[in-house]
């Protein structure tokens, strides 16, 4: 039986160099059926334009203004829910995983 498809999403601002780190940690992840969606909240830092040079292929929406912590989680979601995903995981972007972590979930 196949793993459930869960959606991990990782709510960006200002902290690129959090979110690298953090995202280099869930590459590592042995779970086989997880998508990694970054909401960058309007970050003036150049970050969604860092993120997609480091990161080809990951998806980044942009609010478009800062909505705050819950306005971009919320946004985030919004956004997963258009796709067949049967969990949510909400990631904190200075969070470090083991590469086993979705498996104990």
């Known amino acids: 039986m ?4 869960v959606c991990i999403i990782l709510l960006n601002y200002n902290r690129c160099q959090d ?4 995202l ?3 590459k590592q992840c042995v ?3 997880y998508h990694i969606l970054v909401v960058d909240n309007a970050s003036t830092d150049q970050s ?5 040079r480091e990161f080809p292929g990951l998806e980044i929406v942009s609010t478009g203004r800062n909505l705050g912590y819950t306005g971009g989680i919320n946004f985030g979601i919004r956004h997963a829910l258009q796709s067949p995903f049967e969990y949510i995981l909400i990631l904190n972007n200075d969070t470090l995983v083991t590469p086993d972590f979705l498996n104990h979930l």
Do not use: F, M, Q
């Open 48 to 52: 969604a334009k860092k993120l997609r």
């Open 2 to 5: 196949p793993n459930p498809r």
């Open 24 to 26: 280099n940690s869930l």
């Open 31 to 33: 779970y086989d059926s």
């Open 19 to 22: 979110t690298i780190e953090c």
